[in-house]
Protein backbone atom coordinates (compact mmCIF):
# COMPACT_ATOMS: atom_id res chain seq x y z
CA UNK A 1 0.00 0.00 0.00
CA UNK A 2 0.94 3.33 -1.08
CA UNK A 3 1.19 5.32 2.01
CA UNK A 4 0.02 9.14 1.93
CA UNK A 5 1.48 12.23 2.95
CA UNK A 6 0.15 13.89 6.27
CA UNK A 7 -0.43 17.47 7.06
CA UNK A 8 -0.38 19.15 10.76
CA UNK A 9 -3.64 20.85 10.54
CA UNK A 10 -4.55 23.86 12.94
CA UNK A 11 -7.85 24.38 12.45
CA UNK A 12 -9.99 22.24 13.96
CA UNK A 13 -14.08 22.72 12.85
CA UNK A 14 -16.85 21.54 14.76
CA UNK A 15 -17.16 18.06 12.69
CA UNK A 16 -13.44 17.89 13.52
CA UNK A 17 -14.32 17.79 17.16
CA UNK A 18 -17.53 15.23 16.76
CA UNK A 19 -14.68 13.22 15.28
CA UNK A 20 -11.91 13.79 18.42
CA UNK A 21 -15.22 12.56 20.45
CA UNK A 22 -16.10 9.50 19.16
CA UNK A 23 -11.80 8.84 18.77
CA UNK A 24 -11.93 8.89 23.00
CA UNK A 25 -15.21 6.78 23.11
CA UNK A 26 -12.96 3.69 22.15
CA UNK A 27 -11.03 2.08 24.95
CA UNK A 28 -8.49 0.91 22.49
CA UNK A 29 -7.83 4.30 21.67
CA UNK A 30 -7.69 5.66 24.85
CA UNK A 31 -6.13 3.03 27.11
CA UNK A 32 -2.57 4.71 27.16
CA UNK A 33 -3.48 8.24 27.15
CA UNK A 34 -2.65 10.65 30.15
CA UNK A 35 -5.31 12.92 29.49
CA UNK A 36 -7.91 12.88 32.04
CA UNK A 37 -10.97 10.33 32.41
CA UNK A 38 -14.10 11.27 30.74
CA UNK A 39 -12.51 13.41 27.85
CA UNK A 40 -15.22 12.15 25.34
CA UNK A 41 -17.80 13.45 27.39
CA UNK A 42 -15.78 16.55 28.15
CA UNK A 43 -15.77 17.05 24.24
CA UNK A 44 -19.54 16.37 24.12
CA UNK A 45 -20.50 18.90 26.85
CA UNK A 46 -18.33 21.54 24.79
CA UNK A 47 -20.21 21.21 21.60
CA UNK A 48 -23.39 20.71 23.30
CA UNK A 49 -22.73 24.38 25.25
CA UNK A 50 -21.91 26.72 22.09
CA UNK A 51 -22.22 27.08 18.57
CA UNK A 52 -19.13 27.94 17.65
CA UNK A 53 -17.90 26.63 14.30
CA UNK A 54 -14.08 26.81 15.13
CA UNK A 55 -12.96 25.31 18.09
CA UNK A 56 -8.88 26.21 17.73
CA UNK A 57 -8.55 28.82 20.44
CA UNK A 58 -10.09 26.33 22.97
CA UNK A 59 -7.73 23.78 22.12
CA UNK A 60 -4.70 26.14 21.75
CA UNK A 61 -4.90 27.45 25.56
CA UNK A 62 -1.93 25.21 26.55
CA UNK A 63 0.34 24.81 23.42
CA UNK A 64 0.12 24.19 20.01
CA UNK A 65 -2.75 21.99 18.72
CA UNK A 66 -2.65 20.21 15.58
CA UNK A 67 -5.17 17.24 13.30
CA UNK A 68 -3.07 14.84 11.74
CA UNK A 69 -4.72 14.78 8.60
CA UNK A 70 -4.78 12.45 5.26
CA UNK A 71 -5.69 13.76 1.75
CA UNK A 72 -8.58 13.11 0.55
CA UNK A 73 -9.62 11.38 4.03
CA UNK A 74 -9.57 14.37 7.20
CA UNK A 75 -8.38 13.66 10.43
CA UNK A 76 -7.08 10.42 11.52
CA UNK A 77 -5.50 11.72 14.51
CA UNK A 78 -4.28 14.75 16.99
CA UNK A 79 -0.88 15.85 17.96
CA UNK A 80 -0.71 18.24 20.66
CA UNK A 81 2.82 20.06 22.36
CA UNK A 82 2.85 21.72 25.87
CA UNK A 83 5.52 24.53 26.36
CA UNK A 84 7.62 23.67 29.56
CA UNK A 85 10.87 26.00 30.15
CA UNK A 86 13.47 24.43 27.68
CA UNK A 87 11.18 22.03 26.21
CA UNK A 88 7.86 20.81 24.96
CA UNK A 89 5.95 17.67 25.93
CA UNK A 90 4.53 15.92 22.79
CA UNK A 91 1.19 13.98 22.79
CA UNK A 92 0.08 12.12 19.76
CA UNK A 93 -2.75 10.04 18.73
CA UNK A 94 -3.94 8.28 16.23
CA UNK A 95 -7.69 8.15 16.57
CA UNK A 96 -9.13 6.33 13.25
CA UNK A 97 -8.14 2.45 14.87
CA UNK A 98 -7.84 1.45 10.54
CA UNK A 99 -4.81 3.73 10.18
CA UNK A 100 -2.62 2.32 12.94
CA UNK A 101 0.44 0.83 11.69
CA UNK A 102 0.59 2.95 8.62
CA UNK A 103 3.43 5.41 9.84
CA UNK A 104 1.42 8.22 9.99
CA UNK A 105 2.33 8.33 13.60
CA UNK A 106 6.15 8.58 12.98
CA UNK A 107 5.30 10.96 9.89
CA UNK A 108 3.45 13.11 12.55
CA UNK A 109 5.75 12.94 15.34
CA UNK A 110 8.81 14.18 13.07
CA UNK A 111 6.33 17.52 11.37
CA UNK A 112 5.90 17.37 15.52
CA UNK A 113 9.63 18.30 16.14
CA UNK A 114 10.03 20.55 13.47
CA UNK A 115 7.29 23.09 14.70
CA UNK A 116 8.79 22.52 18.36
CA UNK A 117 12.38 23.81 17.07
CA UNK A 118 10.74 26.42 14.62
CA UNK A 119 7.93 27.62 16.30
CA UNK A 120 8.28 26.80 19.81
CA UNK A 121 12.18 27.93 20.11
CA UNK A 122 12.50 24.66 21.84
CA UNK A 123 16.17 22.52 22.31
CA UNK A 124 14.30 19.16 23.69
CA UNK A 125 10.78 17.46 23.24
CA UNK A 126 9.68 15.56 25.61
CA UNK A 127 7.18 12.10 25.74
CA UNK A 128 5.64 10.30 28.76
CA UNK A 129 4.29 7.35 27.51
CA UNK A 130 2.89 4.33 29.48
CA UNK A 131 5.00 1.43 30.48
CA UNK A 132 2.73 -0.84 28.54
CA UNK A 133 2.19 1.07 25.22
CA UNK A 134 5.03 -0.96 23.53
CA UNK A 135 4.32 0.66 19.97
CA UNK A 136 4.34 4.41 21.25
CA UNK A 137 7.32 3.58 22.70
CA UNK A 138 8.98 1.61 20.00
CA UNK A 139 8.17 4.35 17.69
CA UNK A 140 9.74 7.36 19.58
CA UNK A 141 12.89 5.30 20.07
CA UNK A 142 12.84 4.40 16.47
CA UNK A 143 13.06 8.47 15.48
CA UNK A 144 15.99 8.88 18.29
CA UNK A 145 14.19 9.75 21.31
CA UNK A 146 16.10 8.18 24.38
CA UNK A 147 14.77 7.27 28.25
CA UNK A 148 15.70 10.09 30.80
CA UNK A 149 13.15 8.80 33.97
CA UNK A 150 11.33 5.80 34.07
CA UNK A 151 8.15 5.43 37.16
CA UNK A 152 5.70 2.26 37.91
CA UNK A 153 3.37 3.18 35.10
CA UNK A 154 5.45 5.44 33.02
CA UNK A 155 8.15 5.72 30.72
CA UNK A 156 9.83 9.24 30.38
CA UNK A 157 11.71 10.37 26.77
CA UNK A 158 13.64 12.94 25.66
CA UNK A 159 15.25 13.93 21.95
CA UNK A 160 16.79 17.05 21.75
CA UNK A 161 16.48 18.63 18.73
CA UNK A 162 20.55 20.05 18.17
CA UNK A 163 22.10 16.82 17.67
Same mark, same amino acid.
Given at each position: ?12 ? +?????? =???? =? ?15 ? +? ?10 ? !? *? ?5 ? +??? !? ?5 ? !? ?9 ? *? ?7 ? *? ?44 ? +? ?16 ? *? ?8
Amino acid at each position: MARKHITLRTEVY +RRDMEK =MAEW =MEDDAVTKHLNETQNID +RQLRRLLDRTTL !P *VFSPQLN +RHG !PFFLITL !PNHGPIGFLRL *VPKQHAAEM *VIVIGERSQWGNGYGQRAVRKGLKRAADELRKEKVLATIHKDNIRS +RRLFRHIGFTKIGESEKE *VKLAFDINT
